[in-house]
């Protein structure tokens, strides 16, 4: 086999720098498995339509096959001119079987091949980021179920805002996640299209059958223009943005487990097995694994901006600089995976101390808004009741009281819309069972929602 594929156009070698500028093998072998996949369908359409030989197709799937057990078995030796995944196998094809492994590039190029690669490799991984969303979801349920009776403080701003059930805090989790399953799923859908016999960009000359491909591949659809086809990246864009999406929410989730998890806040314990410790400070348990995951998210967007960025400019078709998306992509999905694992194992492992969590919603005045509901309900338009709400509020905090150790008297000298009753508008499980709206903090709201979930996981 000659040196380089291309060496009949040249009058000297590569240079050396050159050579290693331009390789991509150092991060795209981990194709291999596709990349032998995608070309035993190749060869096999190539037979089917007489265009190689059955015997010929025969020898290079046999060669294929081996090439598969040594890198499987870590026993493939790359050489230094291996530029590519591609040519690496093709040229251990020759080493093997000869000159007729030069006929399973037949109506193919590198620019569909790598292609094909890629959305065979990034099917697999999305598939596998959606069953780990579902684990995740799955841990967030069932602490949900755990803590359905707890009521928790609920916060905007940071500051005590509501009453709410905890597990209505954890199903909202649930439901970012829910939307993170969606976008993975569209972005399977988009993945799933056969790029292979785009050729380098205008289609070829041979008799292919693109469909019959399609088939041995299971993909349900054939790229409509090869142009389109060869210079398209949006199906790995599609799957950084999703993935973008989805490291934004777990970095929020994992900023609550580190505060919540605060000496300050204590309203859970994090699993010993998903903390680690201080080598100074012997008293300490570090949230490590929540905070990495909360410092993986610049990467991941990252990731995101350098693929658009390299495809901003590019002209159609195929352009070199398209090699470059394959680096991101991978660290993406290498930290994605984890990230989504841990984060599942933290919310599995978790324990909440119901006694603090409950301590802490009565704190801040938290039933304020039951108050000016309660005058509002009684005539008063929904502004004044607030701002007579608001006086009392001011009033106990300066006598340094709680609303429900102001006595009549003192509610009825900024109303007299109070009555004795206004007291049971105060309390905690009053707050949670009084709200009525759909997709509510209420008990029975949280209950409909815990067991729409576990339906739909259950379809999966
Ligand atoms: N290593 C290349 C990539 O990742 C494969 C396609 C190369 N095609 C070419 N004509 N240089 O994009």
Request: net charge neutral.
């Amino acid at each position: 086999m000659k040196n380089k594929l291309w060496e009949g156009r040249f009058s000297k070698p590569a240079d050396p720098q050159v050579e290693r500028f331009t390789a991509s093998i150092g991060f795209d072998k981990r194709l291999y498995p596709y990349d032998i996949e995608g070309s035993m369908a190749h060869v096999q359409m190539l037979a089917k339509q007489e265009i190689i030989k059955q015997a010929e197709c025969k020898q290079i799937l046999k060669g294929l096959t081996q090439i598969l057990k040594e890198l499987d078995k870590g026993q493939f030796q790359f050489i230094h001119n291996d530029e590519d995944i591609h040519m690496a196998i093709e040229r251990r094809l020759h080493e093997i079987i000869g000159a007729v492994a030069g006929k399973m590039h037949t109506a193919r190029s590198r620019n569909d091949q790598v292609i094909l690669d890629v959305r065979l490799f990034l099917r697999d991984i999305t598939a596998q980021v959606i069953q780990h969303i579902s684990v995740l979801q799955l841990a967030l349920v069932d602490q949900a179920e755990k803590n359905k009776k707890v009521i928790a403080p609920g916060f905007t701003h940071m500051q005590h805002a509501q009453p709410i059930m905890l597990s209505h805090h954890f199903m909202a989790y649930f439901q970012m996640l829910e939307r993170d399953y969606e976008r993975f799923s569209q972005a399977y859908e988009r993945i799933n299209v056969l790029p292979l016999g785009a050729g380098a960009m205008a289609g070829t000359t041979f008799p292919i059958d693109r469909h019959y491909v399609a088939k041995l591949l299971s993909f349900p659809k054939v790229s409509e223009n090869s142009m389109d086809t060869v210079s398209d990246r949006d199906f790995v864009l599609d799957f950084l943005s999703a993935s973008a999406v989805l490291q934004m929410h777990l970095s929020r989730m994992a900023e609550e487990l580190v505060y919540w998890s605060t000496m300050e806040f204590r309203f859970i314990k994090l699993p010993d097995e998903f903390c680690t410790g201080s080598s100074i400070m012997p008293q300490k348990k570090n949230p490590d694994v929540a905070e990495l995951t909360r410092g993986k998210t610049g990467r991941i967007y990252g990731n995101l901006i350098a693929v658009l960025t390299t495809m901003k400019g590019l002209p159609l078709t195929y352009n070199s600089d398209m090699q470059e998306d394959k680096p991101p992509l991978f660290d993406t999905i290498d930290n994605i995976l984890p990230c989504l694992a841990v984060v599942a194992g933290l919310i599995k492992g978790l324990t909440v101390r119901e006694d603090i969590v409950k301590k802490s919603a009565k704190m801040g005045y938290i039933t304020a808004t039951n108050l000016a509901n309660y005058l509002a309900e009684r005539g008063i338009p929904f502004r004044e009741a607030h701002f007579i709400v608001g006086s009392i509020v001011k009033h106990c905090e300066d006598k340094g009281i709680e609303l429900e150790e102001l006595d009549l008297a003192g509610y009825q000298a900024f109303s007299n819309k109070f009555e004795k009753n206004l007291y049971d508008v105060l309390t905690l499980d009053y707050s949670v069972k009084s709200i009525r709206s759909y997709g509510g903090a209420s008990p029975d709201s949280v209950q409909k929602q815990i067991k729409t979930a576990r339906e739909i996981l259950k379809k999966r």
